[in-house]
């Protein structure tokens, strides 16, 4: 794991943890990402959405659950197999399209740190990254003791 990804794995919503209050309710929140040579903590100017919207939600469900009963309609005719060929179809369907949105808190996540990652530099000697803090003059703290 690269130093940047480092960074990039201490992303997390103000308010601690996975901030149960804004995901249950889609609030949008700040992240804060920490940089790991000096354990600084640099926060987000945007905030990000937590969760699907409701509309978004109830659109998955219904397109799933739409798509689910065409199936069992046309499969769940077929003697003996039918109804568990139409129900892994079902789920199959169910999984595609809530795999093809995504899960909102690491795109919220994915999309803070590019927010946020130029404000961490990449030391020239070595290539790990820090804040503007850890790395002057294009060296960073572990290079600069190395002399």
């Excluded at 960074?7 to 929140?29: D, E, F, R, V, W």
């Excluded at 509309?55 to 003996?80: C, D, E, F, H």
């Excluded at 003059?137 to 003791?145: A, M, W």
């Amino acid at each position: 794991m690269s130093n940047l990804e480092m960074i990039k794995s201490t992303g997390a919503p103000l308010g601690g943890g996975t901030s149960q209050a804004a995901m249950l309710t889609g609030m949008k929140t700040k992240f804060s990402f920490m940089c790991v040579k000096c354990q600084a903590k640099y926060e987000t100017e945007k905030e990000y959405a937590m969760t699907d919207n409701i509309g978004k939600t109830v659109l998955k469900q219904s397109a799933s659950s739409g798509i689910s009963n065409l199936l069992y309609s046309l499969l769940g005719r077929i003697p003996v197999v039918g109804s568990i060929i139409s129900s892994m179809a079902g789920s199959a369907v169910y999984s595609a399209v809530n795999a093809s949105s995504g899960n909102q808190f690491e795109i919220s996540k994915e999309e803070a740190f590019e927010e946020i990652k130029g404000k961490f530099m990449q030391c020239t000697k070595c290539g790990d990254f820090g804040c503007a803090a850890c790395v002057k003059d294009g060296i960073c703290p572990t290079c600069r003791q190395a002399g």
